[in-house]
Every structure is written in C-alpha cells, then in structure tokens.
C-alpha cells in the first residue's frame, strides 16, 4: 500500500501563497489532491495523469493553483497562489488504484468527488485575516 506524507499547510492572510508537498512511497499513474472543509463538504481540488498531465482543477481553483510532480523524487505539490477565505480546508494527498482509475477514470474521481484509493494524512490550510 502506498504511503503519502503531506507537508507544507499553515495559516496565510487572503491573498498568500502555500506550497504543499506530498511524498509518496511509490508514485501512481493517477494522483492529486482532495480538501475537506470545515463544512464536511469533501471535493477533488486538482489531478495530474502520468506523465505530468494537468488533468483537472476545481473551478473555485483554476487559474491560482498548480498541480505538479516530481517523479525522481517521488513527490507531488500543489502550489496554492492568492488564496481565499473559502480555501481554507484540510488538504490530502490521495492515489488511484488502477481497477478504481480503469472504472471510473482519473478525470471523474476528483470531478465527482469519489472516494480514492489512498489518502495521506492531511495537513490544515487556514486563510483568514
């Protein structure tokens, strides 16, 4: 089973910028990043596909974050720019099975919200000012 380590989280006033950073034990062909709010509302925020594809951003998140990966490092960050009250969340690194990927794809687990295969252990990004 893979094992992911996020870091990178912490408070930041509106408008700051956060990298996060993800170390995984082994890198899967289809990886990213979940947020839970402090509304338990669950929802994929950004999806990278083998070989670095930007394969999805939330809509509240496009054009400010950026997903992107390290492979000879086994890593995966999201760099998080202008950041909003409503960012605020706990933010985990997930990878996707391959029988969950070829079931479902990439692309519909983070746009719908599914339930990945594996999930770091969080870390807590707070905007507030």
């Known amino acids: 089973q893979v094992q992911l380590a996020e870091s990178g989280g912490g408070s930041v006033q509106p408008g700051g910028s956060l990298t996060l950073s993800c170390e995984a034990s082994e890198m899967y062909q289809c990886m990213g990043w979940f947020r839970h709010t402090s509304e338990k509302k669950r929802e994929g925020v950004a999806a990278?596909?083998?070989?670095?594809?930007?394969?999805y951003y939330d809509d509240s998140v496009k054009g400010r974050f950026t997903i992107s990966q390290d492979l000879a490092k086994n890593t995966l960050y999201l760099q998080m720019n202008n950041l909003e009250p409503d960012d605020s969340a706990m933010y985990y690194c997930?990878?996707?099975?391959?029988?969950?990927?070829?079931?479902?794809?990439?692309?519909?687990?983070?746009?719908?919200?599914?339930?990945?295969?594996?999930w770091g252990q969080g870390t807590q990004v707070t905007v507030s000012s």
């Open positions: 997930v990878a996707v099975g391959e029988s969950l990927m070829q079931e479902y794809g990439c692309y519909n687990i983070f746009r719908g919200g599914f339930d990945p295969s594996y």
């Open positions: 990278i596909y083998t070989g670095g594809v930007r394969l």
